[in-house]
Protein backbone atom coordinates (compact mmCIF):
# COMPACT_ATOMS: atom_id res chain seq x y z
CA UNK A 1 0.00 0.00 0.00
CA UNK A 2 2.98 2.66 1.27
CA UNK A 3 4.68 1.61 -2.35
CA UNK A 4 1.38 2.21 -4.20
CA UNK A 5 1.05 5.84 -2.54
CA UNK A 6 4.40 6.35 -3.52
CA UNK A 7 4.26 5.41 -6.89
CA UNK A 8 1.36 7.75 -7.00
CA UNK A 9 2.92 10.70 -5.89
CA UNK A 10 5.86 9.94 -7.57
CA UNK A 11 3.75 9.96 -10.92
CA UNK A 12 2.11 13.36 -9.95
CA UNK A 13 5.24 15.19 -9.54
CA UNK A 14 6.61 13.78 -13.17
CA UNK A 15 2.99 14.75 -14.42
CA UNK A 16 3.92 18.09 -12.69
CA UNK A 17 6.88 18.92 -14.14
CA UNK A 18 5.98 18.30 -17.27
CA UNK A 19 3.03 20.76 -17.50
CA UNK A 20 5.78 23.01 -15.94
CA UNK A 21 8.13 22.12 -18.67
CA UNK A 22 4.91 22.82 -21.84
CA UNK A 23 3.88 26.11 -20.03
CA UNK A 24 7.65 27.24 -19.69
CA UNK A 25 8.19 26.30 -23.38
CA UNK A 26 4.91 28.12 -24.35
CA UNK A 27 5.75 31.16 -22.63
CA UNK A 28 9.76 31.78 -24.28
CA UNK A 29 8.27 30.65 -27.56
CA UNK A 30 5.74 33.01 -27.74
CA UNK A 31 8.67 35.60 -26.92
CA UNK A 32 10.69 34.25 -29.71
CA UNK A 33 7.57 35.44 -32.19
CA UNK A 34 7.66 38.57 -30.99
CA UNK A 35 11.18 39.16 -30.91
CA UNK A 36 10.94 38.05 -34.55
CA UNK A 37 7.90 40.00 -35.69
CA UNK A 38 10.73 43.07 -34.87
CA UNK A 39 12.25 42.02 -38.12
CA UNK A 40 9.58 42.40 -40.73
CA UNK A 41 10.08 44.50 -43.58
CA UNK A 42 13.75 44.55 -43.02
CA UNK A 43 15.30 41.17 -43.54
CA UNK A 44 14.21 40.46 -46.98
CA UNK A 45 15.15 38.19 -48.65
CA UNK A 46 15.66 36.34 -45.37
CA UNK A 47 12.89 35.49 -42.94
CA UNK A 48 12.23 37.60 -39.93
CA UNK A 49 13.37 34.97 -37.38
CA UNK A 50 13.32 35.56 -33.21
CA UNK A 51 15.35 33.42 -30.59
CA UNK A 52 15.78 33.09 -27.26
CA UNK A 53 17.93 30.41 -25.27
CA UNK A 54 16.97 29.94 -21.74
CA UNK A 55 19.32 27.85 -19.13
CA UNK A 56 18.02 26.83 -15.73
CA UNK A 57 14.76 28.77 -16.35
CA UNK A 58 16.42 32.07 -16.73
CA UNK A 59 17.03 33.76 -20.01
CA UNK A 60 20.83 34.24 -21.16
CA UNK A 61 20.47 35.23 -24.70
CA UNK A 62 17.80 36.81 -26.97
CA UNK A 63 18.02 37.56 -31.12
CA UNK A 64 16.03 38.73 -34.14
CA UNK A 65 17.45 38.79 -38.08
CA UNK A 66 19.02 41.51 -38.26
CA UNK A 67 18.47 44.10 -40.96
CA UNK A 68 19.34 43.33 -44.44
CA UNK A 69 19.20 39.37 -42.89
CA UNK A 70 22.51 39.29 -41.52
CA UNK A 71 22.88 38.34 -38.78
CA UNK A 72 20.68 35.52 -38.68
CA UNK A 73 18.71 35.10 -34.93
CA UNK A 74 20.30 32.20 -33.34
CA UNK A 75 23.89 33.81 -34.44
CA UNK A 76 22.39 36.98 -32.17
CA UNK A 77 21.14 35.10 -29.35
CA UNK A 78 24.18 32.64 -29.45
CA UNK A 79 26.48 36.04 -29.26
CA UNK A 80 24.76 37.02 -26.12
CA UNK A 81 24.41 34.64 -24.34
CA UNK A 82 28.37 33.09 -24.52
CA UNK A 83 29.44 30.53 -22.21
CA UNK A 84 26.12 29.98 -20.81
CA UNK A 85 25.03 28.80 -23.79
CA UNK A 86 26.49 25.46 -22.68
CA UNK A 87 23.67 22.68 -21.77
CA UNK A 88 20.85 25.36 -22.32
CA UNK A 89 17.52 25.14 -24.42
CA UNK A 90 17.30 27.35 -27.93
CA UNK A 91 13.52 28.86 -28.51
CA UNK A 92 13.40 29.54 -32.21
CA UNK A 93 10.37 30.49 -34.56
CA UNK A 94 12.42 28.59 -37.55
CA UNK A 95 13.80 25.34 -38.15
CA UNK A 96 17.89 26.19 -38.27
CA UNK A 97 19.70 26.99 -41.38
CA UNK A 98 22.03 24.23 -42.61
CA UNK A 99 23.96 25.60 -45.52
CA UNK A 100 26.65 27.81 -46.37
CA UNK A 101 25.09 31.21 -47.90
CA UNK A 102 26.30 34.42 -47.06
CA UNK A 103 27.15 32.92 -43.91
CA UNK A 104 27.58 29.56 -42.35
CA UNK A 105 25.30 27.42 -40.77
CA UNK A 106 23.18 28.02 -37.52
CA UNK A 107 22.91 24.75 -36.96
CA UNK A 108 26.54 24.61 -36.91
CA UNK A 109 27.31 27.50 -34.63
CA UNK A 110 24.42 25.74 -32.48
CA UNK A 111 25.92 22.62 -31.71
CA UNK A 112 29.09 24.19 -31.49
CA UNK A 113 27.75 26.32 -28.82
CA UNK A 114 27.13 23.10 -26.82
CA UNK A 115 23.10 23.84 -26.54
CA UNK A 116 21.57 20.42 -25.26
CA UNK A 117 18.09 21.25 -26.75
CA UNK A 118 16.14 23.34 -29.71
CA UNK A 119 12.71 23.93 -29.27
CA UNK A 120 11.10 24.49 -33.20
CA UNK A 121 8.71 26.05 -34.28
CA UNK A 122 8.29 25.01 -37.81
CA UNK A 123 10.15 23.50 -40.74
CA UNK A 124 11.53 25.90 -43.07
CA UNK A 125 10.29 24.96 -47.16
CA UNK A 126 13.36 26.46 -48.36
CA UNK A 127 14.64 23.18 -50.18
CA UNK A 128 18.42 24.57 -49.11
CA UNK A 129 16.95 23.00 -45.28
CA UNK A 130 14.09 20.94 -45.19
CA UNK A 131 14.59 19.40 -42.25
CA UNK A 132 18.13 19.00 -42.62
CA UNK A 133 18.71 21.46 -39.97
CA UNK A 134 17.06 19.58 -37.53
CA UNK A 135 18.65 16.49 -38.84
CA UNK A 136 21.91 18.04 -38.09
CA UNK A 137 20.86 19.08 -34.66
CA UNK A 138 20.04 15.40 -33.25
CA UNK A 139 22.30 14.22 -34.81
CA UNK A 140 25.25 16.11 -32.54
CA UNK A 141 23.08 14.90 -29.63
CA UNK A 142 20.70 17.64 -29.20
CA UNK A 143 17.18 16.75 -28.31
CA UNK A 144 15.06 18.74 -31.01
CA UNK A 145 11.02 19.55 -30.90
CA UNK A 146 9.18 20.79 -33.58
CA UNK A 147 5.55 22.44 -33.63
CA UNK A 148 4.82 24.72 -30.85
CA UNK A 149 3.15 27.44 -31.95
CA UNK A 150 3.58 26.42 -35.47
CA UNK A 151 0.23 28.15 -36.97
CA UNK A 152 1.63 31.18 -35.40
CA UNK A 153 4.82 30.74 -36.81
CA UNK A 154 3.71 29.97 -40.27
CA UNK A 155 1.49 33.19 -39.92
CA UNK A 156 4.67 35.07 -38.91
CA UNK A 157 6.85 33.75 -41.90
CA UNK A 158 4.42 33.45 -44.61
CA UNK A 159 6.19 35.97 -46.95
CA UNK A 160 8.99 33.32 -46.26
CA UNK A 161 6.57 30.49 -47.50
CA UNK A 162 4.89 32.25 -50.03
CA UNK A 163 7.92 33.45 -51.75
CA UNK A 164 9.76 29.74 -51.56
CA UNK A 165 6.68 27.81 -52.63
CA UNK A 166 4.60 30.54 -54.75
CA UNK A 167 7.72 32.72 -55.92
CA UNK A 168 5.15 35.60 -54.80
CA UNK A 169 5.51 37.75 -51.72
CA UNK A 170 3.22 37.72 -49.41
CA UNK A 171 0.32 40.27 -50.23
CA UNK A 172 -1.81 42.17 -47.85
CA UNK A 173 -4.14 44.42 -49.73
CA UNK A 174 -5.20 47.26 -47.19
CA UNK A 175 -8.71 49.21 -48.04
CA UNK A 176 -9.98 52.39 -46.08
CA UNK A 177 -13.24 52.78 -47.44
CA UNK A 178 -16.19 55.53 -46.09
CA UNK A 179 -19.68 53.87 -44.27
CA UNK A 180 -21.06 53.38 -48.16
CA UNK A 181 -17.79 51.33 -49.44
CA UNK A 182 -16.35 54.50 -51.47
CA UNK A 183 -12.51 55.22 -51.27
CA UNK A 184 -12.40 58.88 -52.92
CA UNK A 185 -14.86 61.36 -53.66
CA UNK A 186 -16.26 62.08 -57.60
CA UNK A 187 -13.54 62.35 -59.86
CA UNK A 188 -11.17 60.33 -57.36
CA UNK A 189 -10.45 63.53 -55.53
CA UNK A 190 -9.11 62.61 -51.78
CA UNK A 191 -10.96 62.99 -48.79
CA UNK A 192 -10.08 62.28 -45.17
CA UNK A 193 -11.81 58.30 -44.65
CA UNK A 194 -10.43 57.31 -41.28
CA UNK A 195 -9.19 59.31 -38.47
CA UNK A 196 -5.83 59.40 -36.52
CA UNK A 197 -5.86 55.84 -34.82
CA UNK A 198 -6.20 54.04 -37.91
CA UNK A 199 -3.46 56.10 -39.35
CA UNK A 200 -0.84 55.20 -36.87
CA UNK A 201 -1.90 51.86 -37.13
CA UNK A 202 -1.24 52.07 -41.09
CA UNK A 203 2.30 53.24 -40.66
CA UNK A 204 3.31 50.80 -38.81
CA UNK A 205 1.67 47.72 -41.08
CA UNK A 206 4.06 50.03 -43.68
CA UNK A 207 6.99 49.50 -41.14
CA UNK A 208 6.34 45.78 -40.93
CA UNK A 209 6.17 44.76 -44.60
CA UNK A 210 9.23 45.10 -47.54
CA UNK A 211 7.25 46.78 -49.85
CA UNK A 212 4.35 48.97 -50.68
CA UNK A 213 2.69 49.27 -54.16
CA UNK A 214 0.16 51.11 -55.61
CA UNK A 215 -1.15 52.28 -59.35
CA UNK A 216 -0.47 55.74 -61.34
CA UNK A 217 -4.07 56.61 -60.89
CA UNK A 218 -3.11 56.86 -57.11
CA UNK A 219 -0.03 58.94 -57.53
CA UNK A 220 -1.63 61.31 -59.72
CA UNK A 221 -4.70 61.95 -57.94
CA UNK A 222 -2.70 61.73 -54.38
CA UNK A 223 0.62 62.36 -54.80
CA UNK A 224 1.61 60.67 -52.01
CA UNK A 225 4.65 59.58 -49.88
CA UNK A 226 3.93 56.25 -49.05
CA UNK A 227 6.77 56.25 -46.29
CA UNK A 228 6.53 54.64 -42.24
CA UNK A 229 5.89 58.45 -41.01
CA UNK A 230 5.85 57.27 -37.07
CA UNK A 231 8.32 58.98 -35.13
CA UNK A 232 11.69 57.77 -35.31
CA UNK A 233 10.55 54.99 -37.58
CA UNK A 234 11.42 56.70 -41.28
CA UNK A 235 14.43 54.12 -41.68
CA UNK A 236 11.49 51.64 -41.51
CA UNK A 237 10.08 52.93 -44.49
CA UNK A 238 9.89 49.63 -47.50
CA UNK A 239 10.42 49.86 -50.98
CA UNK A 240 7.70 52.10 -52.79
CA UNK A 241 6.69 50.36 -55.98
CA UNK A 242 4.50 51.94 -58.52
CA UNK A 243 2.68 50.50 -61.38
CA UNK A 244 2.90 52.25 -64.73
CA UNK A 245 2.64 50.93 -67.51
CA UNK A 246 3.17 53.91 -69.69
CA UNK A 247 6.00 56.08 -67.53
CA UNK A 248 3.36 58.54 -66.93
CA UNK A 249 4.53 59.74 -63.65
CA UNK A 250 5.77 63.02 -63.09
CA UNK A 251 9.48 63.86 -62.39
CA UNK A 252 7.71 66.70 -59.94
CA UNK A 253 5.97 63.99 -57.49
CA UNK A 254 6.75 63.39 -54.06
CA UNK A 255 7.60 59.77 -54.61
CA UNK A 256 10.36 60.58 -57.87
CA UNK A 257 11.78 63.21 -55.32
CA UNK A 258 12.38 61.14 -52.28
CA UNK A 259 14.13 58.04 -54.29
CA UNK A 260 17.28 58.29 -53.22
CA UNK A 261 15.94 58.75 -49.63
CA UNK A 262 13.53 55.55 -49.81
CA UNK A 263 13.46 53.36 -52.70
CA UNK A 264 11.30 54.16 -55.66
CA UNK A 265 10.78 51.02 -57.92
CA UNK A 266 8.44 51.96 -60.74
CA UNK A 267 7.13 49.02 -62.83
CA UNK A 268 6.42 49.59 -66.04
CA UNK A 269 6.03 47.26 -69.95
CA UNK A 270 8.28 46.62 -72.14
CA UNK A 271 6.85 49.40 -74.65
CA UNK A 272 7.61 52.30 -72.59
CA UNK A 273 9.38 54.85 -74.18
CA UNK A 274 13.17 55.01 -72.54
CA UNK A 275 13.71 58.44 -72.33
CA UNK A 276 11.19 58.52 -69.47
CA UNK A 277 12.44 55.50 -68.27
CA UNK A 278 16.37 57.25 -68.27
CA UNK A 279 14.78 60.19 -66.15
CA UNK A 280 13.70 58.23 -63.45
CA UNK A 281 16.76 56.62 -63.26
CA UNK A 282 18.85 60.11 -63.06
CA UNK A 283 16.37 60.91 -60.66
CA UNK A 284 17.40 57.93 -58.38
CA UNK A 285 14.03 55.82 -58.98
CA UNK A 286 14.65 51.98 -60.43
CA UNK A 287 12.73 51.11 -63.88
CA UNK A 288 11.95 47.56 -64.21
CA UNK A 289 10.45 46.44 -66.84
CA UNK A 290 7.19 43.68 -67.02
CA UNK A 291 4.59 42.00 -68.93
CA UNK A 292 1.34 43.05 -69.61
CA UNK A 293 -1.82 42.22 -69.52
CA UNK A 294 -4.59 43.25 -72.44
CA UNK A 295 -7.56 42.23 -70.00
CA UNK A 296 -7.84 44.01 -68.25
CA UNK A 297 -5.29 46.44 -69.82
CA UNK A 298 -2.14 47.03 -67.52
CA UNK A 299 0.91 45.46 -66.14
CA UNK A 300 0.14 41.47 -65.62
CA UNK A 301 -0.23 41.21 -61.79
CA UNK A 302 1.37 37.55 -61.99
CA UNK A 303 4.32 39.05 -63.64
CA UNK A 304 4.88 41.94 -61.00
CA UNK A 305 5.01 39.33 -58.27
CA UNK A 306 7.01 37.46 -59.83
CA UNK A 307 9.82 40.17 -60.36
CA UNK A 308 9.40 41.62 -56.82
CA UNK A 309 9.82 37.94 -55.59
CA UNK A 310 12.88 37.43 -57.57
CA UNK A 311 14.47 40.48 -56.24
CA UNK A 312 13.73 39.42 -52.52
CA UNK A 313 10.57 40.84 -51.92
CA UNK A 314 8.73 38.51 -49.23
CA UNK A 315 5.86 40.74 -47.64
CA UNK A 316 4.05 43.07 -49.98
CA UNK A 317 1.40 45.78 -49.40
CA UNK A 318 -1.25 46.59 -51.60
CA UNK A 319 -2.25 50.12 -50.71
CA UNK A 320 -4.34 51.21 -54.04
CA UNK A 321 -6.12 52.13 -55.66
CA UNK A 322 -9.75 50.77 -56.60
CA UNK A 323 -8.83 49.50 -60.12
CA UNK A 324 -5.09 47.95 -58.75
CA UNK A 325 -7.22 46.61 -55.70
CA UNK A 326 -9.83 44.65 -57.80
CA UNK A 327 -7.10 43.30 -60.13
CA UNK A 328 -5.46 41.61 -57.20
CA UNK A 329 -8.57 40.51 -56.08
CA UNK A 330 -9.75 39.24 -59.51
CA UNK A 331 -6.13 37.11 -60.15
CA UNK A 332 -6.70 35.54 -56.84
CA UNK A 333 -3.52 36.45 -55.02
CA UNK A 334 -4.40 38.27 -52.15
CA UNK A 335 -3.21 36.49 -49.09
CA UNK A 336 -4.68 38.81 -46.26
CA UNK A 337 -7.11 42.61 -46.36
CA UNK A 338 -7.19 45.08 -44.21
CA UNK A 339 -10.32 46.69 -44.22
CA UNK A 340 -10.65 49.87 -42.60
CA UNK A 341 -13.86 51.37 -42.32
CA UNK A 342 -15.26 55.31 -41.52
CA UNK A 343 -17.73 56.08 -39.81
CA UNK A 344 -19.51 58.89 -42.43
CA UNK A 345 -20.31 58.57 -46.20
CA UNK A 346 -19.17 59.91 -49.00
CA UNK A 347 -22.27 59.49 -50.95
CA UNK A 348 -23.31 58.29 -54.33
CA UNK A 349 -21.18 59.51 -56.35
CA UNK A 350 -17.88 58.64 -54.73
CA UNK A 351 -15.09 56.33 -56.17
CA UNK A 352 -16.25 52.45 -55.30
CA UNK A 353 -13.59 50.70 -53.31
CA UNK A 354 -13.30 47.86 -55.60
CA UNK A 355 -13.81 49.12 -58.89
CA UNK A 356 -16.24 47.27 -61.15
CA UNK A 357 -16.40 44.69 -58.10
CA UNK A 358 -18.56 45.24 -54.78
CA UNK A 359 -16.99 45.14 -51.28
CA UNK A 360 -18.65 41.88 -50.73
CA UNK A 361 -16.17 40.20 -52.86
CA UNK A 362 -14.09 40.41 -49.74
CA UNK A 363 -17.05 40.31 -47.24
CA UNK A 364 -18.98 37.76 -48.22
CA UNK A 365 -16.58 35.66 -50.18
CA UNK A 366 -15.90 32.08 -49.37
CA UNK A 367 -12.31 32.77 -49.80
CA UNK A 368 -11.71 34.74 -47.44
CA UNK A 369 -12.56 34.10 -43.21
CA UNK A 370 -12.95 37.02 -40.76
CA UNK A 371 -9.35 36.68 -38.73
CA UNK A 372 -9.73 39.82 -36.07
CA UNK A 373 -11.88 42.52 -35.52
CA UNK A 374 -11.56 45.76 -33.51
CA UNK A 375 -12.55 49.69 -32.74
CA UNK A 376 -9.81 52.21 -33.38
CA UNK A 377 -11.32 55.59 -32.25
CA UNK A 378 -14.61 56.20 -34.46
CA UNK A 379 -13.15 53.49 -37.01
CA UNK A 380 -13.03 49.63 -37.11
CA UNK A 381 -10.33 47.88 -38.20
CA UNK A 382 -11.61 43.84 -39.77
CA UNK A 383 -8.91 41.82 -40.94
CA UNK A 384 -9.64 38.70 -43.80
CA UNK A 385 -7.17 36.06 -44.37
CA UNK A 386 -7.17 33.66 -46.89
CA UNK A 387 -9.69 30.64 -46.37
Not at 135 to 156: F, K, N, Y
Request: hydrophobic residues 45%; positive net charge.
Amino acid sequence: MIFRILEDQFAQKARDAKEKTKAADLRFMQLALALGRRGQGRTWPNPAVGAVIVKDGVIVGRGWTQPGGRPHAEVEALRRAGDAARGATLYVTLEPCSHFGRSPPCADAVIAAGLARVVSAIEDPNPEVAGQGHTRLRAAGIAVDIGLCAAEAAHDHAGHFRRIRDKRPHVILKLAVSADDKIAAVGHRPVAITGDAVRTRVHLLRAQCDAILVGIGTVKADDPLLTCRLPGMAARSPVRVVLDRALRISGDSRLVHSARETPLWVMTSDMAEAPAAMKLGAAGAQVIRTASSATPPGLDVPAVLHTLAEKGITRLLVEGGARVASSFLLADFVDEIWLLRGPAPIGADGVPALHALPLAAITQSPSFELRASETLGKDTLTIYERA
